[in-house]
């Protein structure tokens, strides 16, 4: 029953924040084949790799200096920053490279990158319930290691690998060589420091003290990111604001499904209102569309590789116009 129950309180609370940010990207959503292979990426691949990899680091490191204090420390602050990020990191980077069509903007990079590590989260939650919770206080452990590692540090993983996501996002999107080369390389080093600092004050002797610097020090960093991933969003409505308003005069929208597209509260109601119609998937399909064109016709001007956006282009807007005047109708 304490294993059933570590793994549900690992993987629920895990699986309703990855929804959060799913919802959060409301002006063009990420494939949710794409979502649910990273999140499985990061709770299956990741979660185990880090294991093994950690593990194998502190038993070589308690061999060489016959500590158990400074092969954990070590364990801690440099492997495990390192290993975690970079196995969190392979599967935002597969999205980016083999599905660059999908990889449009800073929110992309960032709602990938979290979601990767909310499935590393979910399984580390639950060893971390169970093992250190459970065996070591029975039932009362299990309850406190729950509230620490989902209220207390539950946004940590998806803080440290968004970084990861919004390096390559900013390499997808620029044209220059440098940029394209040194904003992984920057977002990597940004993951693994935020994660070793993390990890430093959570090994100094524990006190009062040190856990109220963590709070303080872990929920600045979520604060900055919201922040960041707010202003991503109103960039995100400015860009569609800005490509769209060609559709109105070639017909592919009206005036009023324009101004609709542009708005947070519509995208996020319409298809609920549309629900009792019968209508939900088709307006969906409308807004991702919106989004979509937008964001190729941007990628045609700014971005120079070997995609054809043209295509997309053509391709998006047929579709869209033929559903514009289904719902005018």
Not at 21 to 39: M, S
Request: aromatic share 16%; charged share 15%; proline share 2%.
């Amino acid at each position: 029953m304490a294993l059933i129950l570590s793994l549900l309180f690992g993987f629920i609370p895990m699986l309703i924040n990855a929804a959060w940010v799913y919802w959060l990207d409301r002006y063009e959503q990420e494939p949710k084949r794409l979502l649910g292979f990273v999140f499985l990426w990061g709770a299956l691949i990741a979660a185990a790799g880090a294991f093994i990899f950690n593990t194998i680091w502190e038993t070589g490191f308690y061999l060489l200096t016959s500590s158990e204090r400074l092969s954990s420390l070590s364990t801690y602050i440099i492997s495990a920053p390192l290993v975690e990020e970079f196995l969190k990191g392979i599967a935002v980077f597969f999205v980016y490279q083999l599905y660059r069509h999908e990889f449009d903007s800073i929110m992309d990079g960032i709602v990938y990158a979290a979601i990767t590590a909310l499935g590393f989260a979910a399984a580390e939650n639950s060893l971390y319930i169970f093992e250190k919770g459970y065996l070591a206080n029975g039932y009362a452990g299990l309850f406190t290691l729950t509230f620490i590692r989902v209220i207390i540090v539950g946004w940590q993983h998806p803080f440290y690998t968004s970084f990861i996501g919004i390096g390559l996002a900013i390499s997808r999107l620029t044209r220059s060589t440098f940029w394209k080369y040194t904003a992984p390389t920057l977002g990597f080093s940004a993951a693994v420091f935020t994660h070793s600092l993390h990890n430093l004050i959570s090994s100094i002797y524990p006190s009062i003290q040190t856990c109220l610097l963590g709070i303080v020090v872990d929920w600045s960093g979520w604060i900055a990111m919201f922040s960041f991933v707010v202003y991503t969003i109103l960039r995100e409505r400015h860009l569609l604001e800005k490509y769209l308003r060609e559709e109105i005069a070639l017909g592919t929208l009206t005036e009023a499904q324009f101004n609709r597209t542009l708005s947070f509260t519509h995208r996020t109601f319409d298809p609920l209102i549309k629900l009792f119609q019968g209508q939900n998937t088709i307006v969906r399909r409308f807004y991702q569309l919106c989004g979509e064109l937008a964001h190729k016709k941007a990628q045609h001007t700014q971005i120079e590789d070997d995609l054809n956006y043209q295509k997309w282009i053509e391709a998006y807007r047929s579709e869209l116009s033929q559903i514009s005047r289904l719902l005018s109708s």
